[in-house]
């Protein structure tokens, strides 16, 4: 993971040529005087260790933000509310500069957020939006609805109903298909959700895709902390009450690689297949996490959704050491991402569909993943 991290470091590092000093405008309680680069601290809120994903963004934007000549806290929070909420209490304490946080709850920091502008401190939300606070700053994601309408696009393409380049393939159906979402109180799960739903949509309403388990709403597909023990077990259950009368199951649409492992596993254990060529049904992805795209490579996980994490880490980046010196940082939507007190600017990312045939161009070649890890399924 540190691989990933050190990549971002060449775009930090222009960011601060001179290494010498910012002026401050009173983020973290500064006078507005100029004060040396080093001696400003930025707090770094990650929700968990448990995905590779969340590693390789602290392990990046903290690797950048040190580049760049600040000193940085760095904290994850275990999936725990209020480990995270603790922890950024203390970052506030000790007098962090500036708050980079990617919410585990986007609805239970608001005090955080009141005690970090009582004290001047300035709030960056990192990939997930920090809901029903007028204190955040600033929103760097991805473009959250496109990667579910890539996640939903990556489906109908493995299901032959649509061509890789977006036109139409030779399938007609009907196909059965399940679907799974994220984490409720993750606000990027519903858009996530609202992407797929309208790409999908058209075919549930001409029968081309139906539901055989009924379950539609994202209240029924969610999946709690995007635990992939949870999504085995709800895929088990589906497959028992609604698949045991012989009826086949053609593709399951999962928003992330961990719940596609656990559906995977779920898939395999009923007897439906091994890989994809045996009559495993289509699984989507999100994050590009090496153990599926393992899976992808070897043909049981048909795509995943690949949102660079290091440029990512290097707009935050960006984000902070303009916040910082006092500038207005660059947004790219300033109409999206309401967070139920106000509009939050933002600078939303692309992301790309991973399918077999791009593992190489879009990981390999770009250095994320090596063609040593993508055989090994494991990061070095």
């Given at each position: 993971?540190?691989?990933?991290?050190?990549?971002?470091?060449?775009?930090?590092?222009?960011?601060?040529?001179?290494?010498?000093?910012?002026?401050?405008?009173?983020?973290?309680?500064?006078?507005?005087?100029?004060?040396?680069?080093?001696?400003?601290?930025?707090?770094?809120?990650?929700?968990?260790?448990?995905?590779?994903?969340?590693?390789?963004?602290?392990?990046?934007?903290?690797?950048?933000?040190?580049?760049?000549?600040?000193?940085?806290?760095?904290?994850?929070?275990?999936?725990?509310?209020?480990?995270?909420?603790?922890?950024?209490?203390?970052?506030?304490?000790?007098?962090?500069?500036?708050?980079?946080?990617?919410?585990?709850?986007?609805?239970?920091?608001?005090?955080?957020?009141?005690?970090?502008?009582?004290?001047?401190?300035?709030?960056?939300?990192?990939?997930?939006?920090?809901?029903?606070?007028?204190?955040?700053?600033?929103?760097?994601?991805?473009?959250?609805?496109?990667?579910?309408?890539?996640?939903?696009?990556?489906?109908?393409?493995?299901?032959?109903?649509?061509?890789?380049?977006?036109?139409?393939?030779?399938?007609?159906?009907?196909?059965?298909?399940?679907?799974?979402?994220?984490?409720?109180?993750?606000?990027?799960?519903?858009?996530?959700?609202?992407?797929?739903?309208?790409?999908?949509?058209?075919?549930?309403?001409?029968?081309?895709?139906?539901?055989?388990?009924?379950?539609?709403?994202?209240?029924?597909?969610?999946?709690?902390?995007?635990?992939?023990?949870?999504?085995?077990?709800?895929?088990?259950?589906?497959?028992?009450?609604?698949?045991?009368?012989?009826?086949?199951?053609?593709?399951?649409?999962?928003?992330?690689?961990?719940?596609?492992?656990?559906?995977?596993?779920?898939?395999?254990?009923?007897?439906?297949?091994?890989?994809?060529?045996?009559?495993?049904?289509?699984?989507?992805?999100?994050?590009?996490?090496?153990?599926?795209?393992?899976?992808?490579?070897?043909?049981?996980?048909?795509?995943?959704?690949?949102?660079?994490?290091?440029?990512?880490?290097?707009?935050?980046?960006?984000?902070?050491?303009?916040?910082?010196?006092?500038?207005?940082?660059?947004?790219?939507?300033?109409?999206?991402?309401?967070?139920?007190?106000?509009?939050?600017?933002?600078?939303?990312?692309?992301?790309?569909?991973?399918?077999?045939?791009?593992?190489?161009?879009?990981?390999?070649?770009?250095?994320?993943?090596?063609?040593?890890e993508v055989a090994s399924g494991q990061a070095e």
């Amino acid at each position: 993971m540190k691989k990933r991290a050190l990549a971002a470091l060449g775009a930090a590092a222009m960011l601060v040529l001179s290494g010498c000093s910012v002026t401050s405008t009173g983020a973290g309680g500064n006078d507005g005087g100029s004060t040396e680069t080093k001696d400003i601290t930025v707090g770094v809120s990650m929700p968990t260790q448990t995905s590779e994903r969340w590693i390789a963004d602290g392990d990046a934007v903290k690797a950048g933000l040190e580049e760049a000549g600040y000193d940085v806290d760095l904290q994850y929070a275990s999936d725990d509310i209020p480990t995270q909420s603790q922890q950024i209490d203390q970052m506030i304490t000790e007098g962090a500069d500036l708050l980079i946080v990617a919410a585990i709850d986007g609805t239970a920091l608001s005090s955080q957020l009141d005690a970090a502008a009582a004290a001047d401190i300035p709030v960056i939300a990192y990939d997930r939006l920090i809901r029903d606070s007028e204190h955040v700053d600033f929103y760097v994601t991805f473009d959250n609805y496109e990667v579910g309408v890539q996640q939903a696009t990556s489906l109908l393409v493995g299901l032959g109903i649509l061509k890789a380049d977006g036109s139409e393939g030779d399938a007609t159906g009907p196909f059965n298909i399940e679907l799974f979402a994220g984490s409720l109180d993750d606000n990027n799960a519903h858009f996530f959700w609202k992407g797929a739903m309208d790409t999908l949509q058209p075919y549930l309403d001409s029968k081309v895709l139906n539901v055989p388990s009924g379950q539609m709403t994202i209240e029924q597909a969610a999946i709690l902390r995007w635990q992939q023990e949870t999504a085995q077990k709800r895929m088990e259950d589906i497959l028992t009450a609604s698949y045991g009368n012989g009826t086949p199951l053609h593709g399951v649409l999962s928003p992330y690689d961990g719940l596609s492992r656990g559906i995977i596993t779920a898939l395999q254990g009923t007897g439906l297949g091994t890989t994809i060529a045996d009559g495993l049904p289509v699984v989507t992805g999100q994050d590009a996490e090496i153990a599926s795209i393992a899976l992808i490579d070897q043909g049981v996980q048909f795509a995943s959704i690949f949102k660079d994490t290091r440029k990512l880490a290097e707009q935050s980046i960006k984000t902070a050491t303009a916040i910082l010196e006092g500038d207005e940082p660059e947004a790219n939507d300033t109409e999206t991402y309401d967070n139920g007190v106000k509009v939050v600017p933002s600078y939303l990312l692309t992301s790309d569909i991973v399918y077999k045939d791009t593992i190489v161009p879009l990981l390999v070649d770009s250095g994320y993943w090596t063609a040593e890890e993508v055989a090994s399924g494991q990061a070095e």
